[in-house]
């Protein structure tokens, strides 16, 4: 399995109509999020834009799950559809988080095992791409279901408000704290023994001039 | 310190017993057990992440095999959201085993509670039970409780996973379902005709198993499952 990491809006990148065509089949067929339900069966929001950052993980070569990662300090789905969830303070300056968010794994990947291995890496992805960007925390807005499986990978997640249901689901506001003990566990929780966001996606592409001027 | 974080620094069982007796208690219980819940015909002692119960009512259940006669058990598989004991449904009339789990119960004291199912990935299924009086709790102490059932249940899944609170890692229910086939003699195909999964996948369960058991071979892994009582013949 390898994780890409799509930024930006990126609309030529090959995997991006199948990220939101699964996004659809997910999270309105399967999920039933009507507010998000379109024509076109493509799951496409105002927040799938210049600020996003996707990671899509394929396995020889197919599409099997993804996340999308908004930084706090632009405009995101927590403070704004889903603000009414969140009551407590973020633990540190907005500009040192991020909201996890489109969370998914193929539905067929996660059948007759305990722990999917696609979910595991994309938990082991998400860790090391807050820590290489820097984050101190992660938010989301999920069921309930999220705090099990995320202190079962030994993460520290606390509630940035009481659990409420929307839409007749138990759903909560949280964050996640980032550290290299929490990458460390969730690797060792799941067996992950790879690096998935290889350093060279984060190098930045030098301006043409030649060095030395 | 909240709750919540306290529960996320214990290291141990114990620990997470300590700070969820005393957490629960605030809302009129006074007991509790924290496990996975087993296939049909596997005992349920390898799948008990931590059990609060009275341990003369705790041998009774799990010895006898009470938890696949349980309608409280039964019904987590059917539903996602908390539920009273008292709510889980069985016939009382033909579903003699059940009616005898609950009524045993009742003379521990042990017949009201509140159940809050855990649905992990891969089909598999875990319970927080709650022991005690649940006409007090209105909506907002039952997202509560939702809520800190599932930290108690992933914290003690994750010093599980580490095997840092001693408990000896459970094969799961489909490697369960595989060892019980070879230990009946037949082979990898004719267990993959069986089950419906693939040969590759039948292996894999078998090598799967003898990781978490330790054990050098086949026959060494099915004879420490049955030795282990994690599987049943």
New interface residues.
Partial sequence: MQVHVVRGRNSDHPLMEANYRLRHRIFVDLQGWEALRREDQRDIDRFDNEDATHLLLTDRGELVGGSRITPLDRPNLLQTVFHGLVHGDFPTDLSLGADWTRFYVRPDR???????PE?AALFCAMMEYALSEGYSFITFVSS??M????????W????LG????VDGK?T?AAWIAVSEQALY?VR??TGMSQVLIPASSFVFTPPSAPLGM | MSTIETLQRQESGQGVHAVMLEAIGDYGFSKFIISGLPDRGLDVRPFVLLSGWDSEWYARYTSLGYVHLDPVARHCFATTLPFDWSAAPYDRERDRGARQVMEEARDFDMHQGLCVPVHLEGGMQGVVSLVGKTAALDDKNRLELHMLALYAHGRMRFLHTLGQDGVRRAITPREAEVLKWVAAGKTASDIAGITGLSVRTVNQHCENAQRRLGTSNRLHTVVEAIRHKLITL
């Fill in positions: 996660r059948e007759g095992r305990r722990r999917a979910s309930l279901a705090l099990e499986h995320g202190t079962s990978v030994g520290t997640i606390t509630p009481p659990p409420a249901l138990a909560v566990t060792r929780a």
